[in-house]
């Protein structure tokens, strides 16, 4: 089944210490990314990256990092985790291409204490 | 930039009523546009989406989108809602010229609901 998973799906840790959400796409997409969701404020773009090595800033990338070494797997990574980050992070893959949908993962719920 | 705007953050309807939720996107170049549903803890599921063919796009689950350029429209909608289509609706613009590059932004969603 075409998927995108990401792990875990709930998440509480506590100011500063590091974390990692992952995320596997077996469609052999090029093109992955994340997202944040928050109420009011709908999905805004996190990182993304077109293909393996290449990655890039989306609108709100302060204080995350990601890498991307392989195809199928996008890790998002929060060295020093604030409440701020509290919000519901989806990891989403597509074809490279402009005119193609996003699969979603189901996402995952981060507190931060 | 591209943008979309959705009116309406809460909608609901009673069971059987017509279902319509807004969306208007800027842009100089007609974008690509799609419909996204989000139900409780879930992700985002494609409904549909308007590349550059017909203006009138059919979804899944009986939703159909209309690409209105002179209004700069893509106003979702159904005949009759469903208490199962209660959920969370995004729009989502994409820009054409942006050859070989996928940059989706979002609404900020309707939370659609339906009583009986």
């Known amino acids: 089944e075409a998927q995108v998973t990401q792990n875990p799906r709930y998440l509480i840790t506590v100011t500063g210490k590091k974390l990692t959400v992952t995320c596997s796409q077996n469609?052999?997409?090029?093109?992955m990314s994340w997202y944040r969701q928050d109420p009011g404020l709908g999905l805004r773009q996190i990182y993304y990256?077109?293909?393996?090595?290449?990655?890039d800033k989306g609108d709100v990338p302060e204080g995350y990092k990601v890498s991307r070494k392989e195809k199928r797997n996008f890790p998002l990574i929060l060295e020093s985790p604030s409440p701020n980050q509290t919000s519901l992070y989806f990891c989403?893959?597509?074809?490279?291409?402009?005119?193609?949908?996003?699969?979603f993962g189901n996402g995952t719920r981060l507190t931060v204490t | 930039a591209q943008s979309v705007t959705q009116l309406g953050s809460h909608v609901s309807v009673s069971e059987g009523a017509l279902v319509l939720l807004r969306c208007n996107y800027s842009?100089?170049?007609?974008?690509?546009l799609f419909w996204y549903v989000q139900y409780p803890n879930q992700g985002l599921q494609l409904l549909l989406k308007?590349?550059?063919?017909?203006?009138l796009v059919k979804g899944i689950n009986g939703f159909e989108a209309e690409f209105k350029k002179s209004e700069t429209s893509f106003h979702l909608t159904k005949p009759s809602a469903h208490m199962s289509d209660a959920a969370e609706y995004f729009c989502?613009?994409?820009?054409?010229?942006?050859?070989?590059?996928?940059?989706?932004?979002f609404g900020t969603g309707t939370r659609f609901l339906v009583s009986p």
């Open positions: 989403a893959s597509s074809l490279n291409s402009v005119a193609s949908p996003l699969h």
């Open positions: 469609m052999n997409h090029e093109y």
């Open positions: 990256s077109m293909n393996v090595e290449v990655t």
């Open positions: 842009s100089s170049v007609p974008p690509y």
């Open positions: 308007y590349t550059s063919a017909a203006t």
């Open positions: 989502a613009v994409s820009d054409r010229r942006n050859t070989g590059f996928q940059k989706l932004v």
